[in-house]
């Protein structure tokens, strides 16, 4: 078992930039893939921003440039740093993690965090 425990998020005005942070325990090694998925309410959930064990990362399209996804595997721990944020990232986030990868379906998701409010007013 792997347990995920997230921090950050909060209330931010437009432009403005916000810090999370997923911190994993557990049976870590059996742990490729990290990330984060949002859903706001009335719409699907959306893969965000992912990270391998190897450093290779993926973004949605609606964050590349704005949001960066960075992983300290000595400390168990991924962030993603979001700047420039607007009103349509207002969300739940959920921190993910898979043995293989994190699929746009989150089909290959294994552990899920209890997720973070980010709210943007605009």
């Known amino acids: 078992q792997v347990q995920l425990v997230e921090s950050g998020g909060g209330l931010v005005q437009a432009g403005g930039s916000l810090r999370l942070s997923c911190a994993a325990s557990g049976s870590i090694r059996s742990i490729n893939a990290m990330g984060w998925y949002r859903q706001a309410p009335g719409k699907q959930r959306e893969l965000v921003a992912s990270i391998t064990s190897r450093g290779s990362t993926n973004y949605a399209d609606s964050v590349k440039g704005r949001f960066t996804i960075s992983r300290d595997n000595a400390k168990n721990m991924v962030t993603l740093q979001m700047n420039s944020l607007k009103f349509e990232d207002t969300a739940v986030y959920y921190c993910?993690?898979?043995?293989?990868?994190?699929?746009?379906?989150?089909?290959?998701?294994?552990?899920w965090g209890q997720g973070t409010q980010v709210t943007v007013s605009s």
């Open positions: 993910a993690a898979s043995s293989i990868v994190l699929s746009i379906s989150g089909r290959l998701v294994d552990y």
